[in-house]
Structures are given as structure tokens and as C-alpha cells.
């Protein structure tokens, strides 16, 4: 069973930016940081399903407007590109903002598409702060279009599996 020291809002992740907006649990403070909070189990297989259409939709985007390169329809690629994952993004935000879980946004863009929003698809099984997973350093962020892990957390407060 995974555990780790517990994070909070402000605690960095491994794509550099700290978690941040949230929001956090408004009445769990762990060393004067509001506790950051995770997806509840019974809300991952949407927010898989989620993800993975983003991926797609960005991917078949992505592959026309590199196919349309040179030609008239070229400018229409790109903007559908554009389009594309500015409204995937907007989805799986969706979905991850109806899970009530703390949410990152990361800063990372990679071929002009953010990472964007992401929610720690791994917290604790076993402990909850506001009846969400409690989450820890080493838990994974799935973002719209990476994946990133809570760097640090608070040493003297470890989360159990």
C-alpha cells in the first residue's frame, strides 16, 4: 500500500508549478497549507473516458493539420487544430471539475497545446479530508494531455495507502 507525505495546495509538482488553484479542502490545514484533495474512485472511469477522447480528438486534429501543411486547406487545419483542443480541453475540465477533487492547472505546453487542468487520479484508499481522497507526494496528476506527480509534500504528515 502506497503512502507518502501529504500535499497540499502550493506543494510542487515534477512539471515544476506548485498545486495549484484548487480548490483544497477549506477545513484541513497540514503545516499551514490547506490539504490537497483527490478523485474519488467511483469517478475515474469517467474522468479515463474523458482524457481519452481529448487525446483523440486532439490527435485526428493534430494529424490533419500536419497532412494539410502547404496546401490551400492548410490555414482550416490549423485553426480546426486550434478548436479542437481548446474544446477538449473544456470537456475534460468539465469532468474533472464533477468529481469535486483539487484541481491543478499546469503550465507546460508542449506543440502549442497545454497540459492544462489535472486531478491526482491515485490518492489514498483509506483517507479522506471533506469525503475525498486525501493525496500524497508521488500520487499522479492526469492533466488533459500529460501526466505529471506531486513532487513534495509535508514530511511530518504521511498519508497511508
Given at each position: 500500500m ?10 510542487p ?11 483544497p479542502?477549506p477545513?484541513v ?5 490547506p490539504a490537497?484533495?483527490?478523485c ?24 490533419a ?12 487545419a ?8 481548446a474544446?477538449?480541453?473544456a ?14 492547472m499546469?503550465?507546460?505546453v ?29 500520487d499522479t ?10 513532487a513534495a ?8 495507502g
Open positions: 502506497p503512502t507518502g507525505p501529504a500535499a497540499r495546495m502550493g506543494d509538482t515534477a512539471h515544476g508549478n506548485p498545486l495549484a488553484p484548487g480548490p479542502s477545513t490545514i497540514i503545516g499551514g497549507q490537497w484533495l483527490g474519488p474512485a467511483a469517478a475515474l472511469a469517467a474522468i479515463q473516458a474523458a482524457v481519452s477522447a481529448a487525446a483523440s480528438d486532439i490527435a485526428q486534429a493534430s494529424a493539420s500536419a497532412a494539410a501543411k502547404g496546401t490551400p486547406a492548410s490555414g482550416a490549423d485553426a480546426n487544430l486550434v478548436a479542437t483542443a474544446s477538449s480541453v470537456n475534460v475540465a468539465n469532468a474533472f471539475g464533477s468529481t469535486g477533487a483539487s484541481i491543478h499546469c503550465a507546460i508542449k506543440v502549442l497545446i497545454p497540459d492544462g487542468p489535472g486531478i491526482d487520479t491515485t490518492p489514498s484508499a483509506t483517507v479522506q479530508f471533506n469525503s475525498k481522497p486525501a493525496c500524497r507526494m508521488g496528476i492526469q492533466e488533459v494531455t500529460s501526466v505529471n506527480t506531486i509534500g509535508c514530511m511530518s504528515v504521511i498519508i497511508g
